[in-house]
């Protein structure tokens, strides 16, 4: 028999969590509604509503962050750190197994995918552009062990442990750095501080700082310009 009391205070919950996941809901479904002048101030409104639901529940969020519609999290959010001014656009989905750190006036935007097997860290004013995929760790079809040599390992995660190998590796962005449309980043890689990745790309080495590289797999063409606020001194 649960006592009354107890009784009250579930039922009081489930109401106080229905009405959230209905008012999340709906605040989801009005995010895509195109509003003729005011549009933007509305979604920003509701970015920050989100924010604030998001907020207690991340392992740390800064001030003026942006939570946009759709936006999935799995695995632990308390493994969340977002900086200042740093905006999580529509869609974006973040699997987190280890922490992900974005700095400070990132913009993640939509439907960006981010797996942290291993940590992820994003550096202040970083650029993660639409349908990019950041993977901390894979499976993969050998094993440092050599037991390919005796049995097909499998590459789905739904395979018994023994028919699997995954391998991590911490993925750093570092700042003023962006990935361009669509790109891969594997696990293990370093994108250096300002350094430029085009649109479909596949990351699978560091990537110099202030480079530009494109390409399967990526690599520098070119340097972009040092400004003078950059010498070190
Ligand atoms: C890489 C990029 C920044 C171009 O930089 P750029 O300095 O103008 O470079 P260029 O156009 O001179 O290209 C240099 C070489 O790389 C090639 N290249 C450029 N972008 C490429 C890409 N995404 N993939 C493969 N090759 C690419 C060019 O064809 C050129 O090759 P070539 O010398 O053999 O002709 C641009 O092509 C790009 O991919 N931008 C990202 C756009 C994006 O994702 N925007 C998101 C919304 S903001």
Known sequence: MI???????I???HLVGFALSVAFNLSRLVGFIRFPS???YFRRLMNAARAGYWSPRLGKMGKGVQIDSGVIIRGNPKNIEIGDYSYIDTN???EVYAPIKIGKHVHITSNVHIQSGDEVIIGDYACITNGAKIYASSNTYKAPDGREKDVLLSMSSSAPPELQYIEYGPVIIEEYAFVGLNCVVL???????GAVIGAGSVVTRDIPPYTIA???PARPVKNRVIPKSEAKE
């Open 3 to 9: 006592p009354s009391k107890i009784k009250a205070i």
């Open 11 to 13: 039922k009081k919950y």
């Open 38 to 40: 005011y549009n933007l």
């Open 92 to 94: 974006v989905q973040l």
């Open 187 to 193: 696990p293990g890689v370093r994108i250096g501080r």
């Open 214 to 216: 494109v390409g399967i």
